[in-house]
């Protein structure tokens, strides 16, 4: 988990420098910002599948609270 929280953190850690390219006009860093983003995405979309992968599973029919 922490590993996925890594990937996500760097990730997002490349959206301001992209926008402060982007307010700049320099579109050479803001491609490549993107670009690096881009390719960390895909490591960081496992955050939103993994967790749900070790997460302990009730049965629906358990009765205990919803």
């Not at 996500?8 to 993107?34: M, Q, T």
């Amino acid at each position: 988990m922490q590993r996925q929280l890594r990937r996500a953190i760097g990730c997002v850690a490349e959206v301001p420098p992209l926008f402060h390219a982007l307010i700049d006009g320099n579109a050479a860093k803001r491609e490549g910002h993107k670009d690096k983003r881009f390719e960390l995405e895909p490591a960081a979309d496992g955050l939103n599948n993994d967790p749900c992968d070790h997460l302990r599973r009730e049965p629906a029919d358990a009765g205990g609270p919803v």
